[in-house]
């Protein structure tokens, strides 16, 4: 004798989590991806072009930040593709989708302290909205990486903001 539920069944992905939860936070993901990439654009921009009195301390401080993002953007377009799903790779899809804006000609050391501080504070707002996703998704593995990312995040923030003090 057979019975039949009325439950309806969950599609679930090669990590046994729902796939309709999933593909919302693959989204979400590569949002980020394309934010932490502009970002990443125009901190180098900074550090390439900052000129005055505070060159040599944030010449050094702006490479120290984009190469950390550099870091960030791998380990989370490869959480994208554990995941399941394909991380965005185009500079065209980035720039249709990030709520960055590409910041060009800024020369003064406070002028770029006041983009990063305001591009840190886009991006940890970006993590902790897909954080949210990843805990309803039941995704602990990407919830804790994007909670580490957003600790890292706040620090350096919170160090650039000092330095405008």
Not at 128 to 140: L, P, S, T, W, Y
Request: charged share 25%; proline share 1%; with cysteine.
């Amino acid at each position: 004798m057979s019975t039949t539920t009325n439950t309806k069944a969950t599609l679930s992905n090669h990590l046994n989590l729902d796939e309709k939860q999933m593909k919302k936070l693959s989204g979400l993901l590569n949002d980020l991806l394309a934010d932490y990439h502009v970002f990443y654009q125009n901190v180098r921009g900074f550090h390439w072009n900052v000129k005055g009195d505070d060159f040599f301390t944030l010449h050094v401080k702006f490479e120290e930040l984009y190469s950390q993002v550099y870091q960030s953007i791998d380990e989370l377009a490869e959480r994208v593709l554990m995941i399941g799903y394909r991380p965005t790779h185009a500079y065209s899809e980035y720039l249709n989708t990030t709520i960055h804006k590409e910041i060009t000609d800024v020369f003064s050391g406070e002028e770029c302290v006041t983009h990063v501080i305001n591009g840190l504070g886009v991006l940890i707002s970006s993590h902790r909205k897909a954080a949210v996703q990843a805990d309803e998704a039941g995704d602990i593995a990407t919830a804790d990486l994007l909670t580490k990312f957003v600790g890292d995040l706040e620090k350096r923030m919170w160090m650039f903001t000092m330095y405008k003090k």
